[in-house]
């Protein structure tokens, strides 16, 4: 079959731009959006257009169709385990390109919010869990079902344990359960749930929010974030002192908060 014709022939994710705001869409939902190599490709394309793109000041994460992101693509692992090696050598560079993926999240200057309408399981909801903001629809469930099929969810378990308390961490990793979208919101999983259907304009609402901000505020603040995150209490609060006073003596500080003062608008140059 030409290859023109093929339904895969597309690609794996649409980017589309509006007020600031990147929208994202995973767009292989005739194969649950996996993170294939094709999909893990487009993401880290995208995310190093956008962390240089100094006209976005925030990032929407969805998907097309029912399920959100189904994980790993494990036929596409699992033909690999005819190679010589058992598949070694492909097992650890994809595993590679997709923790590269989910810190390029982290790293990436602009806030990134899932919107998630179906099912995020295994590497989908670790997506989940990496971006810095989520907004569920009612109906979406999060699932990390490793240990069903002899797989110990390990590289989820990264971003799981830096969103959720421990006992919800593994609560989640080693039973293997579905966990509704309300669930979700009381483990800190997600921030929000919204009526079905609702969580792509709920997320594109905050993102609007946030890009009304100051954007190299904004960039201080999220690299801070994960920055001290890291560290022991002493050291976190001299970290973010230091970085207190270089924010302060930014221009868009002094003129944030001389617009408080004089009761005007600022005018941010970012």
């Given at each position: 079959m030409?290859?023109?014709?093929?339904?895969?022939a597309?690609p794996?994710l649409?980017?589309e731009d509006?007020d600031?705001?990147?929208?994202?869409t995973?767009?292989?939902?005739q194969?649950?959006?996996p993170l294939?190599?094709?999909?893990?490709g487009?993401?880290?394309d995208?995310f190093?257009a956008?962390?240089?793109?100094?006209?976005i000041?925030?990032?929407v994460?969805?998907a097309?169709?029912?399920?959100?992101?189904?994980?790993?693509?494990?036929?596409?692992m699992?033909a690999?385990?005819?190679?010589?090696?058992r598949g070694?050598t492909y097992?650890?560079?994809?595993?590679?390109r997709?923790?590269?993926?989910?810190q390029?999240i982290t790293?990436?200057?602009?806030p990134?919010?899932?919107?998630v309408?179906?099912?995020a399981?295994a590497?989908?909801?670790q997506l989940?869990a990496s971006c810095?903001l989520?907004v569920?629809?009612?109906?979406?469930?999060?699932?990390?079902?490793?240990?069903?099929i002899?797989?110990?969810c390990s590289?989820?378990?990264v971003?799981?344990?830096r969103?959720?308390?421990?006992?919800?961490a593994?609560?989640m990793l080693?039973?293997?359960e579905m966990?509704p979208?309300?669930e979700?919101a009381r483990m800190?999983l997600?921030?929000?749930v919204?009526?079905?259907g609702?969580?792509?304009?709920?997320?594109q609402?905050?993102a609007?929010?946030?890009?009304?901000?100051?954007?190299?505020?904004i960039?201080i603040?999220?690299?801070?974030?994960?920055e001290?995150r890291?560290?022991g209490?002493?050291a976190?609060?001299?970290?973010a002192?230091?970085?207190m006073?270089?924010?302060?003596?930014?221009?868009?500080?002094?003129e944030?908060?001389?617009a408080?003062?004089e009761k005007?608008?600022p005018?941010w140059?970012?």
């Amino acid at each position: 079959m030409n290859a023109h014709h093929r339904p895969d022939a597309a690609p794996a994710l649409r980017r589309e731009d509006s007020d600031g705001v990147a929208t994202l869409t995973l767009d292989r939902p005739q194969s649950r959006n996996p993170l294939s190599e094709a999909m893990l490709g487009a993401l880290a394309d995208a995310f190093t257009a956008i962390a240089a793109d100094r006209a976005i000041k925030a990032v929407v994460l969805a998907a097309e169709g029912p399920v959100f992101c189904a994980g790993h693509d494990l036929k596409e692992m699992s033909a690999h385990r005819a190679d010589a090696d058992r598949g070694r050598t492909y097992f650890t560079e994809i595993l590679r390109r997709c923790s590269g993926v989910m810190q390029q999240i982290t790293a990436l200057p602009q806030p990134v919010i899932a919107a998630v309408e179906g099912t995020a399981t295994a590497a989908g909801c670790q997506l989940v869990a990496s971006c810095d903001l989520a907004v569920a629809g009612e109906a979406a469930r999060f699932c990390t079902p490793g240990v069903h099929i002899g797989l110990f969810c390990s590289t989820p378990m990264v971003a799981l344990t830096r969103n959720l308390g421990a006992k919800h961490a593994m609560e989640m990793l080693l039973l293997g359960e579905m966990v509704p979208a309300d669930e979700a919101a009381r483990m800190g999983l997600v921030n929000r749930v919204v009526p079905t259907g609702g969580a792509l304009a709920e997320a594109q609402r905050l993102a609007d929010v946030i890009a009304s901000k100051s954007p190299a505020t904004i960039r201080i603040g999220k690299r801070a974030f994960y920055e001290q995150r890291e560290m022991g209490l002493a050291a976190a609060y001299d970290h973010a002192s230091a970085v207190m006073v270089e924010n302060m003596l930014a221009r868009d500080a002094e003129e944030g908060i001389g617009a408080f003062v004089e009761k005007r608008a600022p005018v941010w140059e970012g």
